[in-house]
Each structure stands twice: as C-alpha cells, then as structure tokens.
C-alpha cells in the first residue's frame, strides 16, 4: 500500500482509518465473564520487556520462558534472571536462576534458543549502567548440561562486546552450517551481532547490522532528547531467512516511522527481495534504517513502535505496532501529560508486492508518565497470523476506558482479534474482563507441531515502571 512510504496523514488517509475502526466491532467471547477459561499462574515473580527474541519457545510438549523478578517474593529476589519450564502434560512447572540478584530491570530478560539435541541457550545482560551494575558491556550465556532438563546449566560464560549492552535476540541458521548469531544492541547504541559456530559453546564479535547517529542535529524529526537508539524486531523464516523491522530511533527522541528488510546468505535485502547490500562483518556500515523499505511513516503526531513481528507460511512478514497520536504539542519534552493519551495499534502485511497497512484498534493511554510510547503490547499468533492479541485499557473499537467491575479501577485487559480479509479489519472477543489488576505484555510462542493448539502467556500485576513492577505470569493453556 505504501511503498514509497509517502505520508498517511491527508484527509483521504484520516477518513480511511476511521472506517477500518469502525468496521471491526467488539463482539462478546460468546459466553459471560465467569465461562471465561481461567488463566493458570505459571510464575510468580517475573516481567518482560519485548525486544529480545525468544523470551517464550515449546520443544518436545514443554513450555521454557525467561523473566526477570520484579521484587522479593515467590522465593525469588528483586533482580533474579529465571527460566522456567511447563510440562505441557503434567502441568508441572520448574524454575531455574541463572543469575541471582542480578539488576532489577525488565531490559535484562534472556533470550531462549533451542539447540539441535534439545538442550537450550540463554543469553542475557544488563540494560546499561544502571544500578552501579558490574559489567555493562558484558554478553553472557549459559546452556543446559542435558536435554529438555533446566535444572543444571554450564557455569555463566561472558564476553566483553566494548559497549555498553541490550536486547539478546537468538537465532540459529541450518542454511549456514547451524550458526547462531545473537543480535543486540551495542557499539554505537547501535544493532550489532555475535556469532557462535559451536552452538553456543563460545561467541565472537560478527558486526554491526545498521548505524544510526547519536544526536541527528538539524533533522526536524529529533526531540532533542536523548537519541542514537534504534529499536528493532527480529523473526527469522525457514533455515537461513531472518526478517527484521526497525525505527529510527526511541520514539521519545524521534517521530518514528517503521521499516523492514532481510537477511539471507549474508547479504540484506529489500522487501521484494531488491538488495540493499551485504551485512557488515566490522564495526562500521553506512546501512540506516531509513534505507530500508518503509512500511509506515511517522510524524509528529503519528509516532510508530513496534509490538511483534512473525512470517506467514509463504515468507511473507506481518507487523503489529503502535502510534501515539496527538503528541505535537508536547514532543521534546519530558513527562508532557497530554503525551502518550491515545495509543492505537496498527498491522501491517506484506502481499508479496507493497505493504498493506491498517489502523485495527484503540491502545489506551501509556503504561507511566515518561515512557509515553509505553503500550499494553500485542501479539501475532505465528500458526494463524490473522489472529492476534492485545493489551488495552480501551474499548478496541470506540476507545472509551475499560472500568473493571472488580474494583471500579481502569485497567488493561487482553482480547483476541481475528481477521477474515488478511488483516484489514478484526473482529475483537475479550479474554479477560473486570479484572482486580493490569494484563500486560502478551506473547503466542512459534509451536511448529501445535495441530491447532495455542498457548498465550502475559503479564498479570502492577507495572510502574521497567525498574518497578509487581507482575506474575499467567497463561491460557490448551487442552491436553
């Protein structure tokens, strides 16, 4: 739809966007609030942020996510880094500390890959220097001893990466004799990546993935607060494809906009497969994210953040993102209260030829002052990706505020969309409603052998703020 990515905003655009709300009603789960299946407390001292990749994956029928304890409680302490495992049969739960005490911030959750003979690997680090925290530019790791097994790992192994480090994202490439590379954020504030050639045994600095300046002075789209700061989400396709998409910059410091490319044989590519050129093995690339295609453009008072990414069957990505709308009167400034009151979240498809683009439903407001881009999130199922799942604290469709019965309070809840024209429209069903706490954060883990089955996890709590939350993690468990 926006190839060029020219701007979304003229009168035709604004008219459009508010059909598309208008043609995807809520409509009930069919059944009143107590028929609801109740979700099952999986963990119950754990948060996540949302760019690293995996936090959540299903091998061999069992469950393995990572989180990061948000106080002293549940017998863990503020700070711990944790993977836990569900059987999916038993419903037995496990939980193991791969770093006690580490820094209580949800930037530091690991991220999960799952090694061919079924043993898995985290990686995990701290979110700058917060906290007086040793090591920030360290990348660490460790690995199960045995298979389908988390309660014994290798011993935590380290690697200065000589910048201050973020966000693991793990994938493992079969096409490229089974390498893995871990992209995070690192030199330059910037994506860069690690490659380990012995299935994590060890990892080596690979390059940087795109470069974005610090301070872009003299564009009119930089705050002035901050910058430097690309965000990005990773999913990868089939044994060597890993597809990516990327704003500019925080959406504090910058009028986002949303980009995509790919990554295959080492060379990145545009969306229809136009080359963009071959990803850096050095420290250095001239790739911005403004190179990439555009799958939505931002401005002042239309800023993007993306929520998830995942590819269809076909290869093709999908995107779910929001905007803040209404925030001109208050960019470049901190902690604006008019900033962050209106959230919507958009979804994009790639048809094989443009981007097919549209707004699908009412965000709410942010979760805290400060973080005005801050949204309850949303989830693309990956084995039915017209399906998806958000956290809003507004009707999703006409945008007045969720006031639960439970306590008289607004507070986020989470609904099930599904699409019958590839994403155009959705038609919304509460999972949860009248709820005594925020829902938050959802995730729908990649379950190759699911036959139909699904699983959705999310945070259940208070969240004040990324170094202040009070959360468990629930989850909506398929029949056995």
Not at 277 to 293: F, N
Not at 311 to 334: I, T, Y
Request: charged share 20%; aromatic share 10%.
């Amino acid at each position: 739809m926006h190839r060029s990515c020219r701007s979304h905003f003229g009168a035709i655009r604004l008219a459009a966007l508010a059909l598309v709300a208008v043609a995807a009603p809520l409509v009930s789960a069919g059944a009143p609030a107590a028929a609801l299946p109740p979700p099952v407390v999986l963990h119950a001292n754990g948060g996540w942020c949302w760019f690293q990749d995996e936090r959540a994956i299903i091998l061999n029928e069992r469950l393995y996510f990572g989180s990061l304890a948000g106080g002293n409680r549940g017998g863990f302490a503020a700070g711990d880094v944790v993977v836990t495992s569900l059987d999916l049969r038993s419903r037995q739960t496990a939980s193991f500390t791969l770093h006690p005490r580490f820094q209580c911030d949800d930037h530091d959750v690991p991220a999960l890959l799952a090694l061919p003979d079924g043993r898995l690997l985290a990686t995990y680090q701290s979110h700058g220097q917060s906290q007086g925290l040793v090591g920030p530019d360290l990348m660490r790791w460790r690995r199960t001893l045995r298979p389908h097994d988390i309660s014994a790992w290798t011993d935590e192994r380290t690697l200065p990466v000589g910048a201050s480090v973020s966000y693991s994202n793990l994938f493992r490439l079969p096409a490229e004799g089974g390498r893995i590379l871990n992209f995070h954020r690192g030199l330059g504030f910037n994506p860069n990546y690690l490659i380990s050639t012995d299935d994590g045994a060890t990892f080596s600095y690979g390059g940087r993935l795109l470069f974005w300046p610090r301070r872009p002075e003299g564009d009119p789209r930089f705050t002035g607060i901050s910058g430097g700061r690309p965000y990005l989400k990773y999913a990868q396709h089939g044994p060597g494809t890993i597809h990516f998409v990327a704003t500019e910059d925080h959406p504090s410091s910058y009028d986002n906009s949303l980009y995509h490319a790919f990554l295959r044989a080492g060379e990145l590519h545009h969306s229809d497969g136009r080359p963009l050129g071959p990803l850096s093995r050095t420290s250095e690339t001239t790739i911005r994210p403004t190179d990439l295609t555009c799958i939505f453009r931002g401005d002042v008072d239309h800023v993007a953040w993306m929520c998830d990414l995942q590819v269809d069957r076909d290869g093709r990505p999908r995107v779910v993102f929001s905007v803040q709308r209404g925030g001109a009167a208050g960019r470049g400034k901190r902690n604006n209260p008019a900033d962050g009151m209106d959230l919507r979240y958009h979804y994009a498809r790639w048809d094989g030829a443009a981007w097919q683009v549209n707004e699908i439903a009412h965000a709410g407001s942010r979760l805290y002052a400060g973080e005005d881009d801050y949204a309850g999130l949303a989830a693309i199922d990956p084995q039915a990706p017209d399906t998806v799942f958000i956290s809003t604290n507004a009707d999703p469709v006409a945008g007045t505020p969720l006031i639960s019965a439970a306590d008289g309070r607004r507070h986020w809840e989470i609904f099930r969309g599904e699409s019958a024209d590839h994403g155009r429209t959705f038609r919304w069903h509460a999972v949860t409603r009248d709820s005594p706490a925020d829902n938050l954060r959802p995730i729908v883990p990649i379950w190759p052998e699911a036959a139909g089955r699904r699983l959705v996890l999310w945070l259940r709590g208070t969240y004040r703020k990324y170094t202040d939350y009070d959360l468990e993690v629930v989850a909506l468990l398929p029949d056995r």
